[in-house]
């Protein structure tokens, strides 16, 4: 009995291992990983890391707008590891999941929740909210700091701030939303100048900075000092003849600067000052000694107009030539540079020499020979430097040409090597009379009607009270072909034919020309589109004929903006009440450039190379 059990008990061992053995396990996938969502323009792109389940067979993604409920389901199959959502609604937030599915069917189990909102481009222009020192400070600290904050956060890489004159502000500094950038200067501003700043940047979205991008303000005085001196300190191989000049922060007194100079070995000096008393030349009667250092001091005494005095004696040496000089000079340098065209009207000539001048020679040298009767004052920056200030200035598109003949000596008498000359021509200046381009004139009713074709726009209001704007397009691409670099006045010309009603008194009084840009074709949105900038009254009274407004600012701002505006300067014409609701017809009507004649017209002048 016993051994009958033990066989039973074995036998059904065996049975139950044999089940076991013919049974295949099968598991579901493991649960994805890394899963992400990144948030697009109406759309949310979703991320993760491919499973490495050998019988994978793709993923399921699972998403709604409601957390805990994603009633969405999107199959992705293998070996995809992203997906992207479309059709969003920007700014309301989705929430997504994702499992792993197996050729069998079995689903890993869910990741969890990730959730994020479509947002639509930062399309918003940046501007400048405020700055340190503020527009148009006065008695500014020499001291003082440059501070720049913007109305939002910058691509700091696109930022660049310049000053002028000009001066070194030292590195920017941002704090860490790139709101505001600060300069801590190593050296203090100079005395009583007005300094303008210019910023230029744009935001991490690629928007241009808008607005006012300058400001300007002016620092302290103080006490007078020399700024520079010819020769220079340390200055060798000096001609003996040479003129010792000071030249002053400050207008000075003479008999003061005079009195406070002092120089070893000594130095006998007839003086001359310029006019405006800030530059002062020792001119000894006789010339200095050959190879000879000489150490020259102007002491405190020396005042300026308010009896200001030198904050500290100003000393500075220079070394006269061992030789007399021999070699001729010669002209190194222009400006304007040779040939060059596009020059302004006001342009001072300046011509730059290889040595020292005599400037009473030079000048005489000096002649603008076409055109002819030219005059003018000079001026020297420096002893190889002369600049000729014409009296007026050029006229518009003229040829210049002026010369330096071999009578021109440096301090040594040596002669000009051979006569120079040079020319340039002046910016030159033309007007267009531009005809609006007919395929893009016409008016909308803000009821949605559109008319392009015919040959005359309404204005106003009708019987139906319903309403009506017009539009004009210029095309700009004269100017851009030729290479126009200032609009010097753009003047807008239609003509009105028949007035209706009376809209001018009752649709709120003048009629507007307003700076919009609607682009190739006018549609009917374009009853509301958006105004640039400027507006102008085009018109005020129910007189037909002609009516014209200057317009320099919109088509200076459209030439600017060119590309983004297709090379077109475009107007909008309306009243400032839509409709008075009487139901009676109050409009004007103008010539579009579908008319045989009075065609809008644009009357441009401007400047080019």
């Known amino acids: 009995m016993r051994t009958r059990n033990w066989l039973l008990l074995a036998l059904g061992s065996l049975l139950l291992m044999a089940g076991q053995c013919g049974q295949q396990v099968n598991n579901p996938p493991e649960k994805p990983t890394g899963f992400v969502a990144i948030p697009g323009d109406r759309q949310v792109v979703l991320n993760w890391n491919a499973s490495t389940e050998p019988d ?12 805990g409920t994603l009633p969405n389901v999107e199959y992705v199959p293998k070996p995809a590891t992203s997906k992207t959502i479309t059709g969003l609604t920007n700014g309301t937030t989705y929430y997504f999941a994702l499992d792993a599915e197996d050729t069998g069917g079995l689903k890993s189990a869910r990741t969890d929740e ?23 400070a006065t008695l500014v600290a020499l001291d003082s700091n440059l501070e720049v904050t913007f109305s939002e956060g910058m691509d700091v890489g696109t930022v660049t701030v310049t000053i002028a004159p000009s001066f070194d502000l030292g590195d920017p500094t941002w704090n860490p939303e790139n709101t505001k950038v600060s300069f801590d200067p190593a050296t203090s501003l100079a005395s009583e100048t007005t300094y303008t700043v210019t910023v230029e940047g744009k935001d991490p979205a690629g928007n241009a900075l808008t607005g006012s991008k300058t400001f300007s303000f002016t620092t302290v005085g103080s006490p007078p000092s020399v700024l520079s001196t010819a020769p220079a300190n340390g200055d060798t191989n000096i001609p003996v003849n040479t003129d010792i000049s000071f030249s002053f922060s400050k207008a000075m007194n003479k008999a003061s600067v ?5 120089s070893s070995p000594a130095i006998t000096c007839a003086w001359s000052w310029t006019p ?32 200001d005095p030198l904050a500290t004696p100003y000393s500075f040496s220079f070394t006269t030539a061992s030789a007399p000089d021999t070699t001729k000079p010669t002209v190194t340098g222009s400006v304007p540079a040779n ?19 005599d400037k009473a020679s030079t000048q005489t040298a000096f002649q603008i020979t076409s055109p002819a009767g030219v005059t003018g004052i000079f001026s020297w920056p420096s002893s190889n430097r002369m600049v000729f200030n014409p009296s007026s200035d050029f006229d518009y598109g003229t040829n210049v040409t002026w010369q330096v003949t071999n009578a021109a000596k440096d301090l ?7 006569t120079v000359t040079r020319s340039f021509r002046v910016i030159r200046q033309k007007t267009l009379n531009l005809e609006s381009q007919a395929a893009m004139d016409g008016y909308v009713y803000n009821t949605g009607s559109v008319y392009t074709t015919s040959v005359g726009l309404a204005v106003g209001d009708t019987s139906a009270n319903t309403s009506m704007r017009g539009f004009f397009s210029f095309d700009l691409s004269p100017l851009v072909t030729d290479s126009a670099t200032n609009i010097t006045s753009a003047i807008l010309y239609a003509y009105q034919y028949l007035v209706d009603g009376a809209p001018y008194t009752d649709l ?9 840009y609607y682009g190739s074709s006018l549609d009917a949105g374009d009853f509301e589109t958006t105004v640039l900038t400027y507006a102008y009254i085009l018109s005020t009274n129910t007189t037909t004929g002609w009516k014209g407004v200057s317009v320099s600012s919109k088509v ?14 475009q107007f909008r014409l309306r009243f400032p009440t839509t409709t008075n609701a009487d139901g009676g017809n109050d409009y004007a009507d103008f010539y579009t450039g579908n008319a045989s004649s009075y065609k809008p017209t644009l009357v441009v002048t401007y400047e080019y190379p």
């Not at 994978?56 to 957390?67: A, D, Q, R």
């Not at 008393?277 to 150490?295: I, R």
């Not at 040594?412 to 051979?418: F, I, M, P, S, V």
């Not at 009084?509 to 307003?514: F, I, S, V």
């Open 56 to 67: 994978l067979k793709g993923y399921n993604v699972y998403w709604g707008s409601t957390s």
């Open 114 to 136: 990730v959730a994020t909102a479509p947002i639509a481009p930062d399309t918003t222009a940046p501007t400048i909210s405020s700055t340190v020192p503020a527009n148009g």
């Open 258 to 262: 005079e009195g406070a100079f002092s």
């Open 276 to 307: 405006d008393s800030k530059l002062a030349t020792c001119n000894p009667p006789t010339d200095l000694s050959f190879n000879t250092t000489y150490s020259v001091t102007l002491g405190t005494g020396a005042k300026d107009l308010a009896d």
């Open 339 to 357: 040939g060059a065209t596009g020059v302004a009207r006001y342009t001072n000539i300046e011509v730059i020499f290889s040595e020292p001048m």
């Open 412 to 418: 040594a008498g040596n002669t000009l090597a051979a």
């Open 508 to 516: 709120g009084g003048g009629l507007r020309a307003e700076s919009v």
């Open 556 to 569: 200076r701002d459209d030439y600017t903006n060119r590309v983004a505006r297709g090379n077109r300067s």
